[in-house]
């Protein structure tokens, strides 16, 4: 299967559902130098889920929809674009292996030892495939020297899923907070950086909640950036999670962008009710947290994938990551 480098997001989404979206951290700026990428030095994708996989060993498309009894931990091997004329453009899944089904949080951490981890977490209407070439997108985008991994939950990747996507999401919560503490407890680890998407930032915060509740200051010092895009939260409970992070709060940039189409839709659907990722400047930052608006980088029907597409906002993730440092 082929990555697109600069794919489009969720268009059918845009039409009639929903997603997350984009922002900026007060000032959009243009690209800075950057160390070798991790995946360039090591084309692997580490990967959290709970999905069930495809085959024994996994065949594509790798994983499936349908919800796994445990997290599972896995790699994918990765081709990188070729440099022939003829040859692909594209990163590739050569294979996934490294399959563990009985102790994935603990096999993630091992995996991730000593070195920092990019983690994403995807939005709705997603496919694993999908899900992991917006990952790599994001890794080569910001040019991160770390371990790149994706928490993947089972989506039904369909556009009238939306409803069902949230259950699931919601019912992955706990994988993730299993996932990250393990990370955090692992001796001589490096710095975890989340960036959450669309209904995936709702999951994230969650998860983060309960990890702070059940790990305290220790496990959340080894949190680093938190960038939520185009969060697809009612603002209320947005701001009542906010609240039980207490200061790993100011952690948090959110990306948004007041003319996200998606989340107006998912506006409608909840009753009229603001979205975090599309709620004015003003009335985020009163909340605590960074804001990067990327309103004005939005020339698109959707505006939903900035973070993706537009190598300005980008550059928001990498500032944040290195803040953190």
Same mark, same amino acid.
């Given at each position: 299967m082929q990555f697109s480098i600069s794919r489009l997001a969720v268009v059918c989404l845009a039409a009639f559902t929903l997603s997350g979206c984009v922002g900026d951290d007060n000032v959009l700026t243009s690209p800075r130098s950057a160390p070798l990428p991790g995946l360039t030095k090591d084309p692997k994708l580490l990967i959290a889920t709970t999905r069930l996989p495809v085959g024994d060993p996994p065949k594509e498309p790798w994983f499936s929809?349908?919800?796994?009894?445990?997290?599972?931990?896995?790699?994918?091997? &990765?081709?990188?674009?070729?440099?022939?004329?003829?040859? $692909?453009? /594209?990163?590739?899944? =050569?294979?996934?292996?490294?399959?563990?089904?009985?102790?994935?949080?603990q096999a993630f951490a091992q995996a991730a030892f000593?070195?920092? &981890?990019?983690?994403?977490?995807?939005?709705?209407?997603? $496919?694993? /495939?999908?899900?992991? =070439?917006?990952?790599?997108?994001?890794?080569?985008g910001i040019k991160f020297p770390g371990a790149t991994g994706l928490f993947t939950w089972p989506s039904a990747a369909s556009t009238f899923s939306y409803v069902a996507d949230r259950e699931s999401a919601m019912w992955?919560?706990?994988?993730?907070?299993?996932?990250l503490a393990a990370i955090a407890k692992t001796p001589s680890g490096g710095r975890i950086h989340i960036v959450a998407h669309s209904m995936g930032t709702l999951l994230t915060l969650e998860a983060l909640r309960m990890l702070r509740a059940d790990g305290g200051e220790s496990v959340m010092e080894r949190i680093g950036a938190i960038v939520l895009a185009a969060p697809d939260i009612d603002i209320d409970l947005f701001a009542r999670g906010l609240e039980r992070l207490g200061p790993d709060a100011k952690k948090i940039t959110v990306i948004s962008s007041t003319n996200d189409r998606a989340l107006a839709v998912s506006s409608r659907l909840a009753g009229g009710i603001v979205r975090a990722g599309a709620a004015e400047r003003g009335r985020l930052e009163a909340l605590g947290v960074r804001v990067a608006d990327a309103s004005e980088f939005g020339s698109g029907i959707i505006n939903h994938d900035l973070f993706l597409s537009n190598g300005e906002v980008q550059q928001v993730i990498k500032r944040a990551i290195e803040r953190s440092q």
């Open positions: 929809s349908e919800r796994a009894p445990d997290v599972i931990y896995a790699e994918a091997r &990765l081709s990188p674009p070729s440099e022939s004329l003829i040859g $692909s453009s /594209e990163w590739t899944i =050569a294979k996934v292996d490294s399959v563990n089904r009985t102790n994935g949080a000593g070195r920092d &981890l990019l983690l994403y977490i995807h939005g709705y209407r997603e $496919s694993f /495939e999908t899900a992991a =070439a917006s990952t790599i997108d994001l890794s080569e992955s919560r706990d994988a993730l907070e299993d996932v």
